[in-house]
């Protein structure tokens, strides 16, 4: 029997404590001693060795606004982005349902960012050749990251918006090697879904649990969608919270959902100017979109040295701190859009709202460079009116209710992209506006635990 090269089940990284104590231990010394050691994988969890989840409460004098808003943070992941716990899934499920094989396959990540680095880290920690695709306009750091976890990377014509030029390139690579080639692509595989599903949204259910904080209850989700895989926690918070409200953000400069719309932006990880084929559209309830601009002012404001010192005036400096170590572009509009549903739906102490930082600054620094560049450097009136203008005066403007109109026009823009351009049929497209269609996909977590723990077994 081939010996490749695997990682936990979906139950381990939800509950990392069920992991082997040996194997746990190890892995968490060889996350500084050597980021690179495949046991590494194994940390892939929002837990860490003494079992906290990553997460903070946002301080109401950054928010103003009444509702607890908890942010979980991705940082700690190996990559240093939540986006490897898809990577993985996907490649474990593959792996285990031999469907790729590292003594052949070549595989290939179409991404405009970290799920491209997770696929970097977690295929090269695998034993497979990776090929990374993404767009030339995102930030060096993440061209680096590719480069130094084992991976090749091409670079395509445009921005975080042009998926389309990303899916083109991966066809032709498929084409020139049909046999070989193996495209891994995180807005339509599954596996994506079901890490968030699973361990996303399970974790949020037992941290909630855990705080005691407002009615003990989720009031909202808030995650801007690229793949729109983190979204999946939601369906699932769902199931236990009914009244929950799942936000799906993306910006303004590419409203896709908001307004059947197009355009460049500049929030890297989101608003891939598509709907994604895992995108649980009719199960979600709205829409909000952020200004990208905006979104990289208050990611400056918060990491920068004088941004820190003015907000320390009124927040405390550990909260700062705990803010400028774990936001990146799409975190900022994560918090921001979390703010602007506080105060759309009028939520008291009592409600919560749970939103994702997918990754932190180590990915920004050109991009902040770039910022000073164009706006010149920060001073503590900036910092004061960007807080003011921004965050403590969000607008409730650019949101859109799922009403079931709308929930059919998110649903009917799949057409275009996965029926048209990708191959899939008109059922299959059906067939995704019936919830069983995704609680289905959701069922197939215990098998795919059951056959890597009987694969363990036959070692």
């Known amino acids: ?3 490749f090269v695997l990682g936990p089940t979906f139950e381990e990284m939800l509950h990392p404590v069920t992991i082997d104590a040996s194997t746990r231990k190890k892995a968490w010394e060889m996350r500084t001693e050597d980021p690179l050691d495949p046991i590494n994988l194994y940390n892939i969890s929002w837990r860490d ?16 606004v009444d509702a607890n808003i908890i942010v979980l943070y991705g940082n700690r992941f190996p990559t240093g982005s939540h986006k490897v716990g898809a990577t993985y899934s996907i490649l474990m499920e593959k792996v285990l349902r031999k469907e790729v094989d590292p003594t052949y396959h070549t595989l290939v990540w179409p991404s405009t960012g970290n799920y491209g680095i997770g696929g970097a880290w977690v295929g090269c920690r695998m034993k497979f050749d990776s090929v990374v695709i993404l767009p030339e306009e995102m930030s060096s750091e993440r061209f680096d990251k590719i480069k130094e976890y084992g991976a090749r990377a091409i670079a395509t014509p445009g921005c975080e918006s042009n998926v389309k030029e990303i899916y083109d390139k991966a066809k032709e690579l498929k084409a020139e090697n049909p046999d070989k080639v193996r495209i891994l692509n995180q807005f339509e595989e599954f596996g994506n879904y079901r890490f968030h599903y699973y361990v996303t949204g399970n974790t949020i259910l037992e941290l909630i649990s855990e705080l005691g904080i407002g009615n003990g209850r989720v009031s909202s989700i808030v995650s801007t969608v690229g793949s ?5 926690c939601g369906d699932r918070v769902k199931e236990v919270f009914p009244e929950v409200k799942i936000v799906a953000g993306e910006p303004v400069q590419c409203p896709t959902l908001s307004l059947n719309g197009y355009g460049g932006h500049d929030i890297q990880g989101i608003g891939d100017k598509h709907v994604t084929w895992i995108h649980n559209v009719m199960n979600t309830d709205a829409v909000v979109a952020l200004d990208d601009i905006e979104c990289k002012k208050v990611l400056q404001t918060i990491t ?9 005036e009124f927040i405390k400096g550990s909260d700062v701190d705990s803010m400028a170590d774990t936001l990146g572009i799409s975190g900022v509009a994560n918090v921001l859009g979390a703010i602007k549903i506080a105060k759309h739906y009028r939520m008291t102490s009592q409600d919560n709202i749970v939103t994702i930082a997918t990754d932190s600054m180590d990915r920004y620094h050109s991009v902040m460079e770039n910022m000073t560049k164009t706006y010149g450097r920060l001073d503590r009136n900036e ?3 960007r807080f003011e203008s921004i965050v403590l005066d969000a607008k409730t403007d650019w949101i859109f209710e799922g009403t079931m109109d709308n929930r059919l026009r998110w649903h009917n823009l799949k057409y275009y992209t996965w029926v048209e351009q990708q191959g899939k049929d008109v059922e299959e497209l ?14 197939k977590i215990e098998e795919t635990d059951e056959m890597l723990v009987d694969y363990r077994r036959k070692l």
């Open 228 to 232: 729109a895989g983190t979204i999946a």
């Open 383 to 385: 910092a004061k009116h």
């Open 430 to 443: 059906n067939s995704t506006m019936s919830q069983s269609f995704w609680k289905k996909e959701a069922s």
């Open 49 to 64: 060795i003494d079992n906290r989840v990553y997460y903070y409460v946002l301080p109401k004098e950054f928010t103003g």
């Open 304 to 312: 920068d040295e004088v941004g820190q010192t003015f907000m320390k």
């Open 1 to 3: 029997m081939s010996k």
